[in-house]
């Protein structure tokens, strides 16, 4: 349990879910348009991070992910080559206009450009 607004190491190496997703019926979202400092939590499998603003985020230390909801965010380039864990990636209403996944395990995908 988090007692201040400081995570220390050990709190972030047992985080292995976010959801910073805002829901269709949440009547006072904030809304996220920055996931700086997300590399810091290395042990994460799970991030959904839908219907915010984001339009660029570094995956690359988040080795561990294997489930990605990014959708409805205006974000334009999303290098996944490091996420060899991931299975099941949604970026439905996104400005992506392409995206490799040679060297990912995707069974589950979402892309509606």
């Known amino acids: ?4 607004e400081i995570l220390t190491e050990e709190e972030i190496a047992n985080i292995n879910f976010i959801d910073l ?3 269709s019926d949440d009547t006072n979202p904030s809304i996220i348009t920055d996931l700086t400092g997300i590399e810091y939590f290395t042990f994460l499998c799970s991030l959904e991070a ?14 561990e992910l294997y489930y990605l909801d990014l959708s409805d965010n205006p974000i334009k380039t999303l290098d996944v080559s ?3 864990e ?23 995908i979402f892309l509606f450009f």
């Open 21 to 23: 997703g805002i829901k």
């Open 86 to 108: 991931l299975f099941t990636l949604n970026c439905c209403n996104t400005k992506l206009t392409g995206i490799d996944l040679s060297k990912n395990r995707i069974d589950i």
């Open 82 to 84: 490091s996420l060899s």
């Open 50 to 63: 839908y219907n915010n603003n984001i339009s660029s985020i570094d995956l690359s230390n988040n080795t």
């Open 1 to 4: 349990m988090v007692k201040d």
